[in-house]
T-cell receptor, first 111, second 117 residues
Framework: GNSVTQMEGPVTLSEEAFLTINCTYTATGYPSLFWYVQYPGEGLQLLLKATKADDKGSNKGFEATYRKETTSFHLEKGSVQVSDSAVYFCALYNQGGKLIFGQGTELSVKP | DAGVIQSPRHEVTEMGQEVTLRCKPISGHNSLFWYRQTMMRGLELLIYFNNNVPIDDSGMPEDRFSAKMPNASFSTLKIQPSEPRDSAVYFC???????????????FGAGSRLTVL
């Protein structure tokens, strides 16, 4: 079946550090991949997406590249800010199926 | 648009009581989803509707849970009777298109935090 696996949190970084949050998936066919972000006390918001292999999604300095050969969609940012502190969810959508979320990775950025 | 609106934001109730959570999706969106979020199980899809019709309720945990969508602008999730293990944050989300339309983007509400004592 379809599944998403994220690295466990919490991830604690200093401001301006480089961020990587790993995400790998299992799916049949060619799923679309997403990163959602949840700020404290709020609902999830779409951060970026990629719908086919080798696509790169980007938004607010975050990037993720759809790697079919490694079934991965790792989230990266070159220089994190305190305001990036949130929980990040990797998600997979397979046509005819459901939007499947990973467990979420909490990021805490210290000044 | 005000986004997906959920009420109440917080609910504290006693075991055995009926709980009703409400959701107003984004105008024009024709798919609506109810998710439950807990530390132990993460985000679970409970049920989703397309054009007001329930399409998949396989995630609804048991008969104590029910969901309705009487029209395109309103949905409810009801728990009767409630139990302490139902304590969670319940999110409503909406999107334009069906699950089979591909790569649809979900817009989430702020959630309803339920505590059952």
């Amino acid at each position: 079946g379809n599944s998403v696996t994220q690295m466990e949190g919490p991830v604690t970084l200093s401001e301006e550090a480089f961020l990587t949050i790993n995400c790998t998936y299992t799916a049949t066919g060619y799923p679309s991949l997403f990163w959602y972000v949840q700020y404290p006390g709020e609902g999830l918001q779409l951060l970026l997406k990629a719908t086919k292999a080798d696509d790169k999604g980007s938004n607010k300095g975050f990037e993720a590249t759809y790697r079919k050969e490694t079934t991965s969609f790792h989230l990266e940012k070159g220089s994190v800010q305190v305001s990036d502190s949130a929980v990040y969810f990797c998600a997979l959508y397979n046509q005819g199926g459901k939007l499947i979320f990973g467990q979420g990775t909490e990021l805490s950025v210290k000044p | 648009d005000a986004g997906v609106i959920q009420s109440p934001r917080h609910e504290v109730t006693e075991m055995g009581q009926e709980v009703t959570l409400r959701c107003k999706p984004i105008s024009g969106h024709n798919s609506l989803f109810w998710y439950r979020q807990t530390m132990m199980r993460g985000l679970e899809l409970l049920i989703y509707f397309n054009n007001n019709v329930p399409i998949d309720d396989s995630g609804m945990p048991e008969d104590r849970f029910s969901a309705k969508m009487p029209n395109a602008s309103f949905s409810t999730l009801k728990i009767q009777p409630s139990e302490p293990r139902d304590s969670a944050v319940y999110f409503c989300a909406s999107s334009l298109g069906t699950h089979i339309s591909g790569a649809n983007v979900l817009t989430f509400g702020a959630g309803s935090r339920l505590t059952v004592l």
